[in-house]
DNA sequence: TTGATTACTTAGCAGTGCTAACGAATTATA
DNA sequence: TATAATTCGTTAGCACTGCTAAGTAATCAA
């Protein structure tokens, strides 16, 4: 059967949404182990990785609205996690940055997190690790080229 | 740097974790359209696919509690989307079943999303769609098996 | 028959997403 | 400079989704 370029994608967004969904699920329950949620873990993840930044540019790079991204900081702080500082140029905005205790705590969970999916993937020879890596790389890719256009 | 076997598995998994997370956030704001959440509109396509079934099998099927499972097919039933029996052989269980509007509404949403994941994806080239659908199979296939195992 | 198990519901907590509305600070304009 | 428009973050309030604990009703086992 000829396929359309057109209904290919259609097939391949369907089976990777639903394959997506599937995988997160069976590895969300691991989240719970470090008593934060996943919101919490993927921001601070950001701010580990990126570096402080005020809450609007966090809010962006997580996808998510302000007052969302405002509750997940508060719960951040709250934790002790990460701190809040004063902005030098402009005082509307705040400064985010990960604690130590922060960086402590995400390396634990991404640990568990990943080790755990790991485990799910243990059953997968070499060849196919390979293109669940290059997949990660694409679907990684074609969100940042998406977020751009919207 | 030479790779072990076990830490590419981790940089798989936990690139693919972050990959499968950023995916889903960014093709999650369009099942709002559906007026439905994405936890109603995945256990509606189970009973569609799937056929009627008891609470908790709907709930193993989609890897989530019975209080959980309970609470989400009383919000299909008030939409209308689901209905629920008695089960004749045993009085304990309920038969719940996909209705023609809940069966209506899942082809229009599934419609709706997965044309905006495509979308997503439109900057990708065949080859690269190609490597994108074997790695859905291999992760069917990862929690499938990693499933079993439990 | 009585006790244990199973199926589902209810109650209550926490997390995460949204929009609307607000205050404070900054920037643009008259 | 004074005022208006914009930007940044917060608060309030709604909905959905996950959990555990506890309760009810039905079934199964001893």
């Known amino acids: 059967m000829a396929r359309s370029e057109k209904s290919f994608r259609l097939e391949v967004a369907d089976r990777l949404h639903s394959a997506a969904i599937h995988l997160l699920r069976h590895a969300r329950k691991r989240d719970v182990v470090a008593g ?3 919101a919490r873990l993927s921001a601070l993840s950001v701010l580990v990785f990126g570096g402080p930044m005020a809450l ?3 809010a962006a790079a997580e996808q998510v609205k302000a007052p969302t991204m405002s509750r997940i900081v508060a719960g951040l702080k709250r934790s002790g996690l990460a701190k809040i500082e004063a902005d030098a140029k402009d005082a509307r905005r705040i400064r985010v940055t990960a604690t130590a205790k922060g960086k402590r705590l995400l390396q634990q969970a991404r640990v568990r997190r990943i080790r755990l999916l790991a485990e799910t993937l243990s059953g997968l020879r070499e060849a ?3 293109t669940l890596l290059r997949a990660a790389e694409l679907m990684e890719r074609a969100v940042r080229q998406a ?3 919207e």
Do not use: A, H, Y
């Open 147 to 149: 977020s751009g256009r």
């Open 128 to 130: 196919e690790l390979d």
């Open 56 to 58: 609007g540019q966090l």
């Open 36 to 38: 934060q949620g996943p």
